[in-house]
């Protein structure tokens, strides 16, 4: 195991890099998950550092994750987006995928908007549409705050009563409905992967109570929240899992329903962090 103090040393001096790098530090933060980082083609570039290139960073090992770290404007508010994530399946601790959102924390972002690639097992969703993420499960069998407590970054015991900030998703539902946007929203559940699930294990998931599973994002809320910082998530549907009905899909196919998100979501996300950002 490694130690707390190892992995306290690792934020520090990746907080301590970035600091002496970034010109500014803005105050919203964005993840873009799979086949997304097409959305962080609106985002105007002030600075872009790769993630290889920040110590302690994990090294992204998936080919649809470019793995950047861009400060930029979206819209007219500032922004620090990761374009690219590290995931469980890729062998990394959930503290080691959760390096980046603690230096996000120690670097003062106050909001992190979190986003991914899904499927969809709720029988209304479709391909290519989006959900709001109202709460979610944590079913990876692992949890980036297990180990002695940082006290410095926040309680042995966070509150998960509201993870996904009621008061951010009324904004985003606002927004969602002023823009002809249609958004879902409900329950997210994470697992390891890397195997997409087998038809008994969606039946068993949408009957927990989930209405999308993914791989990632779970790890990244934990972290944010222990850190008190607000959280908005949005998932991006790129497959239907209709346990009766189930077709086999591709990283291909993943990619092109998250493509068909692409224009909506960053629409959302600009009008999003606009009105957070004058809130
Ligand atoms: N299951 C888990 N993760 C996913 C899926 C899925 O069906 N689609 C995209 N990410």
Known sequence: M??????????????????????????IAIILGTGLDGVGEQIEVYQEIRNDDIPG????TVQSHSGTL???????????????????YEGYSAKEVTLPVRVLGALGVQTLIVSNACGGMNPAYRAGDIMLIEDHINLMGANPLEGPNHATWGPRFPDMSDPYASSLRHIAREVAQEEG?????????????????TRAEYRMLSTMGADVV???????????????????????????????????????????????????????????????HSS
Request: hydrophobic share 45%.
């Open 2 to 27: 490694d130690s707390i103090q190892t992995h306290v040393e690792a934020v520090e001096g990746a907080t301590a890099f970035l600091k002496e790098r970034l010109a500014s530090i803005p105050e």
């Open 181 to 197: 946007i249609p958004l879902h929203e409900g329950v997210y559940v994470s697992v390891v992967g890397p195997n997409l699930e």
């Open 214 to 276: 993914g791989m990632s994002t779970v790890p990244e809320v934990l972290v944010a929240r222990h850190m008190d910082i607000n959280v908005l998530g949005f998932s991006v549907i790129t497959d239907e899992c209709d346990p009766d009905n189930l077709a086999s899909i591709s990283i291909e196919d993943v990619l092109a329903a998250a493509e068909m998100a692409r224009e909506p979501l960053a629409r959302l996300m600009s009008r999003v962090v606009s009105r957070i």
């Open 57 to 60: 960073f994990p090294k992204l």
């Open 70 to 88: 861009i400060v930029g404007k979206l819209g007219h508010v500032p922004v620090l987006a990761l374009n690219g994530r590290a995931h469980l």
